[in-house]
């Protein structure tokens, strides 16, 4: 167990978990909040608009792992900045985030948004919209290691307008 495995524990007791009843044993009711505590935060800003509809994004970097410790993609959101994106199941984009090992590596996915109506469903303006498919064996992020941003297209595909991402990462050792 390391510090911040003891830290949180203490914190669990400290807000009596596990009284009247409590959670499962060996779980929490308030481990995902003591955990958030706990969480980063990467944003990456899409600072255009796609030129034309079938313009694609190949992998683009946004983040390297500073510390000593493997971190894991928990979630993500996309919120387009002035201008909505219509969800469309065949003319459509494709967003991931991806990782690599750090060590020259090829990217792989570990979070994907679809603009299908299946998926994401349609933008309004300044609206966001979570990342519906995560790609477990893909999340981790190992020290050194990179986060990237790439968007592939459908059909014709659509255009991606200017776009804020914000990446949750946990550390994966406690």
Known sequence: MSFIGDFMKAVDGALGIGRAGGPLPGTSVLEPVVNQAFDLWVDFDKAAADGAAGTATADTFIWTNPYDFTLYLQS??????????????????????????GAGGATAIGLTLATTLTDSGTFSSNQSKTFNTVTGANIALVAGANLWFNIAKSGTGVVVPISSYFIRLRRGEY
């Open 76 to 101: 993500a959101r996309m919120i387009t900045l002035g201008a909505g994106l219509t969800a469309d199941n065949t003319n459509f984009a494709t967003v991931t985030i991806k990782t690599d090992n």
